[in-house]
């Protein structure tokens, strides 16, 4: 990696370095707690993990976190896992959530957009009400702190009311998309055995409308904790025997009672991808999560009222719920419920200019579709008011910071951010204070003691490692469901370096600051001892318009050798031939390294990739070792199983 100091690509202007809420809160803290008043974003990170517990109060008191029963301290135990935050404090998320709705009650929490892109607005007062008649319908379901509420819902209002009012409760949320088949949602619910379940009778994507009525009936047979089914008749169908009414439950004017509960109260439950079994049911805290958006929202992401925050997702990804935390600032939270590429490809920077969106997120592999496609965002649509677009789900290559810079604005801010469904939050990247670097996350998030680790614990700089975190952030998972003795969850992070969090990624951390984000370690190219990241690969490959997409996977050979593949699905009209394939193999010798260029390169009908869209590199490196499908990979966690075979039979044909 090299040290150089490039020019950066973006650097704010002292007016909004000034005006920003990290710079504020820098202030403050150096007045109230002690930290450094001079030396910008690096001398206030060093301080927020070297002082944890000033830090995190500084936190609570900047933000002023309602605790209803005061902490006995900041942080009771520091052990990983196994650390107690805020000790004996008790207080709500959905409390905090809805705290706008006492100043500004007639503008807008919620815009909701679908394929229409025309938006409708739920107000903070409206959404309060309806959060108030939800929560006092689920007590008199009999629904007790603790139980577990489920969502089948896409990316509409009633999904925010359902876990807000799920929360309020002290109850725990867990939601699906949609777009998941029935195996895949009881993969996941079955494991947490909610008592609600808040269906819809289906959802619209790419123009269609989809029926999930059979799979509802399905869900409904197949979990019996199962108290009470609530339909939500998107598409207009009557509601299936048994069911309650959406509207007879949200139309009480009822004011919102919220159970205080411990810090460590569970919140909610997330799931892993579950590529290679079940999908680990990951639960974070009401207060953990709380402090943590905040201080990621609000100091990293530098939203408050005046904002919209748009962030491309489904209810069945960690995004969705970091998103709606934004209601946490009092930002307006813009929820788009559709194909992120209908009626084209350039649907989401519609939704953005129709929702005045300040900060808009969305995907790295978004980006660069519609660098592909030829998509002018700056010329064909009003996007004065996006302050910032953020990148998610793979590192962002650095023709696509170049492509956003020069078609979106020059003036822009781009945050490409990694972090994970683990801690529902950011290891790095937005700082609104500090310059962007091509291809790089701009710095380790506040708190987060970030680091890059070789083999035996040693620490590198400019080096490829892989990413641990040294000391405990409040959002990382209390337990994980049916894992009673925490087994599963210590050997999920804690196996490889006792007492550090090892998260699976290869990182840099750069001499100057920032972060490098080179894919997962798990899945990692180790060629005579040469770590590479596939994500490397990606970027130079993709850039060439005849591919589509590409995965790359190394694989030992019993006889010591190496073999490693590149497997391309072509655009239209593409064809691989011998042209084609010295174009790729000199595009990565030149952009990388001859070490890079794979053994062979081998065309696909297309890439698998999890529900949430991830590349599944592990599962086809299991096929081509000889693993059967069914133990090589979870069916229900694939967007498309069918694509498997083609490496299942190539494995067969290597045999």
């Known amino acids: 990696m090299p040290t150089e100091n490039p020019q950066p690509l973006w650097q704010p202007d002292p007016q909004r370095i000034a005006r920003s809420q990290v710079t504020r809160f820098q202030a403050w803290a150096a ?145 699906c998309a949609p777009d998941f088949g029935a195996r895949s949602v009881l993969d996941r ?78 919140l909610w439950v997330l799931y892993s991808s ?106 064909d649509f009003d996007l004065s008011k996006v302050q910032c677009v953020a990148t998610t789900g793979s590192p962002l290559p650095p023709d696509g910071f170049r492509w956003l810079h020069d078609e979106v604005r020059e003036d822009l801010w781009i945050a490409s951010v990694s972090g994970g469904t683990d801690v529902c939050s950011c290891f790095a990247g937005a700082v609104p204070t500090l310059p962007v670097y091509i291809g790089e996350l701009q710095a380790p998030s506040l708190g987060t003691d970030l680091q890059s680790w070789d083999p035996s614990g040693k620490p590198l700089t400019d080096e490829v490692g892989e990413l641990v975190v040294t000391n405990p952030m409040p959002s990382m998972p209390i337990h994980f469901w049916n894992d009673p003795d925490g087994s599963r969850y210590h050997d999920s992070y804690f196996d490889t370096y006792p007492g550090v969090w090892r998260h699976g990624d290869w990182i840099t951390l750069t001499s100057r600051g920032s972060v490098v984000i080179h894919g997962r370690s798990d899945s990692t190219l180790n060629r005579q001892g040469v770590r590479m990241g596939s994500a490397d690969i990606y970027e130079a490959v993709e850039r060439l318009p005849e591919i589509r997409e590409s995965l790359v996977i190394g694989i030992e050979q019993p006889d010591g050798g190496y073999w490693m593949p590149l497997f391309v699905h072509l655009a239209p009209g593409a064809v691989l031939d011998q042209a084609l394939l010295d174009r790729i193999k000199r595009t990565i010798r030149e952009n990388l390294s001859p070490r890079h260029v794979p053994d062979e390169v081998i065309e696909v009908p297309g890439i698998p990739h999890t529900l949430t869209g991830k590349r599944i590199e592990v599962p086809v490196k299991r096929l081509l070792q000889g693993a059967p499908l069914e133990k090589a990979v979870n069916p229900g966690s694939i967007d498309n199983l069918d694509l498997l075979h083609f490496y299942e039979d190539l494995a067969r044909k290597r045999a």
Request: glycine share 10%; proline share 7%.
């Open 189 to 266: 619910f079955q494991q947490v055995e909610p008592v609600v379940l808040f269906t819809v009778d289906g959802y619209r994507y790419g123009g269609k409308e989809h029926d999930r009525r059979d799979t509802v009936g399905e869900l409904r047979r197949e979990l019996p904790s199962l108290r009470a089914v609530v339909h939500i008749p998107l598409l207009g169908t009557e509601a299936p025997e048994g069911a309650l009414e959406w509207d007879a439950l949200t139309r009480a004017d009822t004011e919102p009672v919220f159970e205080q509960v411990p810090f460590a109260h569970p």
């Open 274 to 379: 579950g590529t290679t079994g079940l999908p680990k049911a990951i639960v974070q805290s009401q207060g953990g999560i709380l402090v943590e958006h905040l201080k990621q929202l609000g100091l990293h992401c530098d939203l408050g009222p005046e904002d919209r925050f748009f962030w491309y997702t489904s209810t069945g990804w960690m995004m969705w719920n970091f998103l709606v935390s934004g209601l946490l600032t009092g930002t307006t939270v813009v929820l788009y419920d559709g194909s992120p590429g209908y009626p084209d490809t350039g649907a989401q920077w519609r939704v953005a200019e129709r929702t005045g969106a300040t900060l808009y997120g969305t995907s790295a592999a978004y980006v660069m579709a519609c660098r592909k496609a030829d998509v002018h965002p700056g010329r």
């Open 31 to 175: 007045e109230h707690h002690g930290a450094p008043a001079d030396g910008g974003y690096p001398a206030l990170h060093r301080w927020s993990v070297d002082a944890l517990e000033p830090f995190w109060e500084a936190v609570t008191q900047w933000f002023d976190v309602r605790f209803s029963t005061p902490y006995t301290r900041v942080l009771g135990d520091r052990s990983m896992p196994g650390a107690q935050w805020f000790p004996g404090a008790t207080l709500n998320y959905a409390e905090h959530a809805l705290r706008a709705a006492g100043t500004r009650p007639d503008e807008p929490a919620l815009l909701h957009v679908d394929e229409t892109h025309e938006p409708t607005l739920v107000t903070w007062s409206e959404l309060r009400r309806q959060v108030g008649s939800l929560a006092a319908e689920l007590r008199a379901l009999g629904v007790r702190p603790g139980d577990r509420v489920s969502g089948y819902l896409p990316n509409v209002p009633q999904a925010v009311v359902a876990l807000l009012a799920t929360a309020a409760v002290g109850a725990v949320w867990t939601s």
